[in-house]
Nanobody, 120 residues
Framework: QVQLVESGGGLVQAGGSLRLSCVASGNIFRIDDMGWYRQAPGNQRELVALITRGGSTNYADSVKGRFTISRDNAKNTAYLQMNSLKSEDTAVYYC??????????????WGQGTQVTVSS
């Protein structure tokens, strides 16, 4: 079993910054793609940013130039640096990872989510 635990959410004023972290633990052989998703009330969950094991990144148009995804493979951790936050960034942010387990099976996992609230 694998667990993803997010942290770093909170309340921030518009224009401010937050840094989210996602730590994976458990029966992990290797982690491939890691991503951050978000879901605002009444909306579907959407991709925010994705990073491959090799460090290639992809961003939603709405966050390009403001958010930066990174990872530390040795620590099984992903980060999301969020700058110039806007009220429309308010959502629950979820970490997602494609994990190759100790049994060499590819499994997809989600974290429990962390709330980000941006006040205008």
């Amino acid at each position: 079993q694998v667990q993803l635990v997010e942290s770093g959410g909170g309340l921030v004023q518009a224009g401010g910054s937050l840094r989210l972290s996602c730590v994976a633990s458990g029966n992990i052989f290797r982690i491939d793609d890691m991503g951050w998703y978000r879901q605002a009330p009444g909306n579907q969950r959407e991709l925010v940013a994705l990073i491959t094991r090799g460090g290639s990144t992809n961003y939603a148009d709405s966050v390009k130039g403001r958010f930066t995804i990174s990872r530390d493979n040795a620590k099984n951790t992903a980060y999301l640096q969020m700058n110039s936050l806007k009220s429309e960034d308010t959502a629950v942010y979820y970490c997602n990872a494609d994990v190759i387990t100790g049994r060499l099976r590819v499994e997809n996992y989600w974290g429990q989510g962390t709330q980000v609230t941006v006040s205008s």
